[in-house]
Structures are given as structure tokens and as C-alpha cells.
């Protein structure tokens, strides 16, 4: 699957999508993830570049009256879906950037997997995370530069 796209991002915007559940990499799935960004500026808070860590369709079905043009309640069924960002402690996975440094990020819940890499100013840079097994590598133009083995906490 492969895209390319150019977005410019200014201030607190963001691009919020319908969940796609084929990129929810579940603990055995084996992937990678890449895109290429250029800083012009590193943002004063954290800010969000990819992420997989709250969008969250909600549905509602319920019941409405309405009256009609004799006054009479008439009633009928309605559904409705939005989708809403609202963050999770567990998610496949999320790349942000603080200050200066651009960090990879999943959990199960109990699990937390963290990379993390310096970025630099007004260059564009490659990024790529590959999780082969319990081993994630983030990349940063082609060049290894951090790595995590998961050790996995198992309840009895």
C-alpha cells in the first residue's frame, strides 16, 4: 500500500480519517511504517504527525417523535456515526514529535514499546519503523538508530 502525499501543517491543525482496521497491526503482525518530514520549526508542545492512537468511530440508534402537520406524534428510527478522537492507553501505534525529537510509540495496554530519534531543522528526513517479531528498528534516512527488543509482561 503506498501513497504520496504533501501536507502543510500549521499551528494545532490536524487531518482526522475513518478508521482503517487493516493498519491496527495487531501484537504478532509483522510491519513498517514510512513517511518523510521536514521541520521547518519544532512545535512549543508535543505535536501529533501519524497516528493510530484514538480515532474511535461512535454509533448511536435510538428513537425519535416528531409531530405531524395534524399535531400527531409520529415516531421512527434514526442512526448516526461520527468519528471522534479520543485517546487511548492502548493503540497500534503513534509518532509525535517534542521538542526536537520525533518518538514511536505502542501498547497494548500493558506493553509499551518507545523509539526515539533527534530530528533536524529545515531538512527533510525518511523516517521508517519495522517490526519484525518483538524487535522494532526506527530509521531515520536509512541509517539504524534505534532499536527495542519487547519483553513481554505475562500475567499467570
Known amino acids: 500500500i503506498g501513497s504520496l502525499s504533501t501536507y502543510v501543517m500549521l499551528g494545532n491543525s490536524y487531518i482526522l480519517t475513518e478508521?482503517?482496521?487493516e493498519f491496527n497491526f495487531t501484537k504478532n503482525d509483522n510491519f513498517s511504517i514510512g513517511f518523510n518530514i521536514t521541520c521547518d520549526e519544532f512545535p512549543a508542545a508535543t505535536a501529533s504527525i501519524v497516528s493510530k492512537r484514538g480515532t474511535k468511530k461512535i454509533q448511536e440508534l435510538g428513537q425519535?417523535?416528531?409531530p405531524n402537520k395534524n399535531e400527531v406524534d409520529i415516531g421512527g428510527n434514526y442512526y448516526?456515526?461520527?468519528?471522534?478522537?479520543?485517546?487511548?492507553n492502548v493503540y497500534p501505534y503513534d509518532f509525535e514529535i517534542r521538542e526536537d525529537v520525533l518518538y514511536f510509540s505502542r501498547s497494548d495496554g500493558v506493553n509499551l514499546v518507545e523509539l526515539s530519534a533527534s530530528l533536524e531543522l529545515g531538512t527533510q528526513q525518511s523516517?521508517?519503523?519495522?517490526k519484525t517479531g518483538s524487535l522494532y528498528n526506527l530509521y531515520l534516512d536509512k541509517v539504524l538508530v534505534n532499536s527495542k527488543t519487547l519483553v513481554a509482561v505475562v500475567f499467570p
Open 127 to 130: 523516517v521508517w519503523v519495522a
Open 64 to 66: 425519535f417523535s416528531k
Open 80 to 88: 448516526t456515526s461520527s468519528y471522534l478522537n479520543l485517546p487511548t
Open 19 to 21: 478508521n482503517q482496521p
